[in-house]
């Protein structure tokens, strides 16, 4: 059934018809936000895509802690990973993003501020 509305979903967004959280296009925008530092030991980076249908998964994950779709910056040095959204339909679509980026202490962090 889920298919069946994906698809009628997306032909009527097609024909202009419909558009709204439940009709996605494929593949899906995604986001880490924060994109851009200064980090710090602690922060939570979230993953997030303009489809609420979508999935998340995680892979070449260094320093970060992941809890469903939020990153953890577990430890200074360097990070980095990268979040897939898949959106789950007849023929499933998926986009990536990465970031790379360094996390510094909360106490060097607070000399930025």
């Known amino acids: 059934m889920l298919s069946t509305f994906l698809v009628f979903c997306y032909c009527a967004a097609l024909l202009g018809a419909i558009k709204d959280d439940f009709c996605t296009d ?3 925008v995604v986001t880490i936000t924060p994109s851009d530092g200064p980090f710090a030991v602690g922060d939570e980076l979230t993953c997030t895509s303009d489809s609420a249908l979508s999935s998340y998964s995680f892979s070449e ?19 980095s990973f990268t979040c897939t959204a898949t959106v789950a339909m007849d023929s499933p679509c998926s986009t990536s993003a990465s970031i790379i980026g360094t996390a510094i202490g909360k106490k060097q962090y607070s000399n930025y501020h």
Do not use: N
């Open 26 to 28: 494929c593949p899906p």
């Open 61 to 79: 994950v260094t320093r970060a802690v992941i809890d469903g779709t939020v990153a953890t910056l577990s430890e200074e040095g360097s990070f």
